[in-house]
């Protein structure tokens, strides 16, 4: 059987706007991905590209932030001891916004960031150090049934977007 998939049937896809080489990164640059599934997802009109933290009215570039505990408690702080956790959740509730706008059921987000990380963050000593964990938008769009991948999944991630096409 022959499948007509028009644009608008296609499944879209939030993809990191670093990874799409958007330099929007705390440091100013991107982390432009040139691997191939990601280039026809572009190709295919696929695509939403978001920023949680420049949607969280963060700017660029901005000081490095990580995820704590405190009192049992997830916050967000700068290596200058800034509480950015608000914007940090406004962020990802817009990217969540964007995501549920356009249909959105897969995410391709970047690995240890504390807003996009999938499976590791870091461990909020600014020291390098990777801690299991996720992404204040990575868990916020998993809560809502969204699956998330990092940019190192994209062979697994196509494969799943197959699989919802079929
Ligand atoms: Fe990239 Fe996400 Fe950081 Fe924005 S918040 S720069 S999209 S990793």
């Known amino acids: 059987m022959t499948h007509n998939t028009s644009v608008t049937d296609r499944a879209r896809i939030v993809v990191s706007a670093c990874l799409l080489g958007a330099p929007v990164r705390y440091n100013g640059r991107d982390k ?8 026809r997802w572009i190709e295919e009109g696929r695509v939403v590209s978001a920023c949680p933290e420049v949607l969280g009215g963060l700017g660029t570039p901005r000081p490095p932030a990580e995820i704590v505990q405190i009192g049992g408690l997830r916050r967000v702080t700068t290596n200058e001891g800034r509480d950015v ?37 870091y461990d909020g000593t600014f ?27 994209l062979d697994a991630a196509s494969a799943y977007v197959e699989a919802l096409e079929r």
């Open 127 to 153: 020291t390098s150090m990777p801690v299991p964990g996720e992404g204040v938008a990575a868990a916020l769009l998993r809560s809502h049934g969204i699956r998330v991948f990092s940019e190192n999944e």
């Open 32 to 39: 432009k991905t040139h691997h191939p599934v990601l280039q």
């Open 85 to 121: 956790t608000a914007a940090f959740e406004r962020g990802a509730e817009d990217t969540l916004e964007q995501a549920l706008r356009h249909g959105v059921r897969v995410a391709i987000l970047k690995e240890g960031s504390p807003s996009c990380g999938t499976s590791f963050v």
